[in-house]
């Protein structure tokens, strides 16, 4: 495996979590393209939250916008996702996605 995601966990909503993405091998976030997290849902499709670029731009869908920050750790090959304001509906299980490598995921419940 060459990403793991950690961090997940329960939170009451407006609570705030750090997920973090580890990759190993050959997977490099110094060297990536495209660094991303997803989440998915209990019976919806899977949705990006959070983009950065090599150049360090990032993107968010206006869902988390302003709530979620992505960030990198490049000496220590690391993805970062913060969760703030978090919301019943941020229930998922978010995945880290680096290039072409993804994760196993990371549960995320935010109860009401």
């Known amino acids: 495996v060459e990403v793991v995601e950690s961090g997940g966990g329960l939170v009451q909503a407006g609570g705030s979590l750090t997920l973090a993405c580890a990759a190993s091998?050959?997977?490099?976030?110094?060297?990536?393209?495209?660094m991303r997290w997803f989440r998915q849902a209990p019976g919806k499709e899977r949705e990006w939250v959070a983009q950065?670029?090599?150049?360090?731009?990032?993107y968010y869908p206006d869902s988390v916008k302003g709530r979620f920050t992505i960030s990198r750790d490049n000496a220590n090959n690391r993805l970062f996702l913060q969760m703030n304001s978090l919301q019943p509906e941020d229930t998922a299980v978010y995945y880290c996605?680096?290039?072409?490598?993804w994760g196993l995921g990371t549960q995320v419940t935010v109860s009401s």
């Open positions: 996605n680096v290039d072409a490598d």
């Open positions: 091998g050959r997977t490099s976030i110094a060297s990536a393209y495209a």
């Open positions: 950065m670029l090599p150049s360090g731009s990032t």
